[in-house]
């Protein structure tokens, strides 16, 4: 599906989940081959008939070349003619649109010092970026907590749903083979991520992990705290990013790992809880990690010694980005999705194909930090040996 055929879906999802009647596309869909039996049974496990219909244009997104006019015959064979000559018309008239080409400044190449060499393309720079090639280049694992237990006195997160429909698409097209769970209780959120930390990386170059929940606040004020199983169950940031460290998950040790939380704290307007951590351990029951702080082959006049005290080792390879500083506002709109993941997922779209991760987290930044009277400032805290490029092509 070219990227012409995705906007228009993109931009009538609500239409098309209003109107789709889904229940009588299941034959001609698996009959074309658009999908399988298992991509529609699980389509048709997502709830109602607007849920499904809202997955089932996600997942269309996701399929080959001929999905799109295969999808509009079947629309017309089940008599949804309407909407087959919406979608038909729709795609004409933007591919008549005329095509604005504004000019583009040529980098300047520089010689490096030995002479012949240039300096080229950074993605391809192995010692100054992530190389990252493989098709697909890695798991991207969904978390999307909705509907908590009445216990927990944690209201649903109403917007939540659009959140992981964008990110479900944009990762998809940046070659992620994506996984999406929803509302997790924290032994279930646990559960999944030691899973993915499992599977067999070896053949892909990078994993990204994004959990969408209630959040709490950290001892450590540097660190982004936890995220709310749907039974109230806090699953701390760090354990969260220790499942793929090197020892638990070796097939990813010297890859990038991106890590993405949005973990607001209430309502539409959220505010973070001062929730006293119990801590768990992220270490299974009988383990021992010690951070041996004795080093080798001491120089002479010196040693090097930790200047804290440290229970695992420094992770690397790692890179966290949540929504905002830890204990304060993160913002939710019912219609569009929270400020953080609608304003990242945008600026993805402009930028992945030229800007590298960090410059596109500060842009993320710097457009949440102006939006509205109240002040929300995403954040990330970075361990990355290199510079990240998204696969775009």
């Known amino acids: 599906m070219d990227d012409l055929q995705r906007r228009l879906l ?34 048709r496990r997502a709830g109602t008939r607007r849920d499904q219909a809202r997955q089932l244009v996600i997942d269309l997104q996701t399929r080959g070349s001929l999905a799109f006019p295969l999808f509009i015959e079947c629309l017309e064979e089940t008599g949804q003619t309407s909407i087959a ?12 649109d005329p095509i604005h080409i504004n000019p583009v400044e040529l980098p300047i190449l520089e010689l490096k010092p030995s ?24 798991f991207c694992l969904i978390i999307n907590n909705v509907n ?17 429909e964008k990110l479900q698409v944009r990762f998809a097209s940046f070659h992620f083979e994506v996984l999406v769970r929803e509302n997790l209780m924290g032994k279930e959120i646990c559960k999944e ?40 169950v806090v699953v701390p940031v760090e354990r969260v990013v220790t499942y793929f460290d090197g020892q638990h998950c070796p097939t990813l040790r010297g ?78 709109d019912h219609k569009v999705g929270t400020w953080y993941i609608e304003t990242l997922d945008r600026i993805l779209a402009d930028n992945a194909a030229t800007d590298d991760l960090q410059n596109i987290l500060v842009m993320v930044s710097n457009e949440v930090a102006t939006k509205g009277i109240c002040k929300q400032m995403p954040g990330y805290f970075n361990f990355l040996r290199k510079r990240f490029f998204f696969k775009t092509t």
């Not at 000559?85 to 008549?96: S, T």
């Not at 908590?148 to 992981?164: Q, W």
Request: overall charge negative.
């Open 10 to 43: 993109q931009r009538n999802r609500v239409r098309l989940v209003t109107e789709l009647q889904v229940s009588e596309l299941w034959d001609p869909l698996l009959q074309k081959g658009l999908f399988s039996q298992d991509m529609i049974e699980d389509i």
């Open 85 to 96: 000559a919406f979608l038909r018309e729709g795609y004409r008239k933007q591919k008549l």
């Open 115 to 138: 002479g012949d060499v240039f300096e080229g393309n950074p993605r391809t720079n192995s010692d100054k970026a992530y190389l990252i090639e493989a098709d697909p280049c890695g």
């Open 148 to 164: 908590f237990l009445e216990h927990t006195d944690l209201s649903p997160r109403v917007g939540s749903n659009i959140d992981c």
């Open 193 to 232: 991520l030691q899973s993915l930390a499992a599977m067999d990386h070896s053949q892909l170059d990078c994993c990204v992990i994004i959990i969408l929940s209630h959040g709490c606040e950290a001892r450590h004020i540097q660190l982004p705290g936890g995220v709310y199983g749907t039974d109230g």
């Open 255 to 332: 890859k990038p790992k991106l890590f993405f939380i949005q973990a607001c704290g209430g309502a539409v307007r959220d505010k973070g809880f001062n929730v006293d951590l119990e801590s768990p351990d992220s270490r299974d029951e009988g383990e021992s990690v010690q951070c041996d702080a004795t080093p080798f082959n001491i120089p002479a006049g010196g040693h090097d010694q930790p200047d804290a005290i440290a229970s695992l080792p420094t992770p690397s390879d790692v890179l966290v980005s949540y929504s905002t500083y830890p204990g304060f506002v993160s913002w939710r």
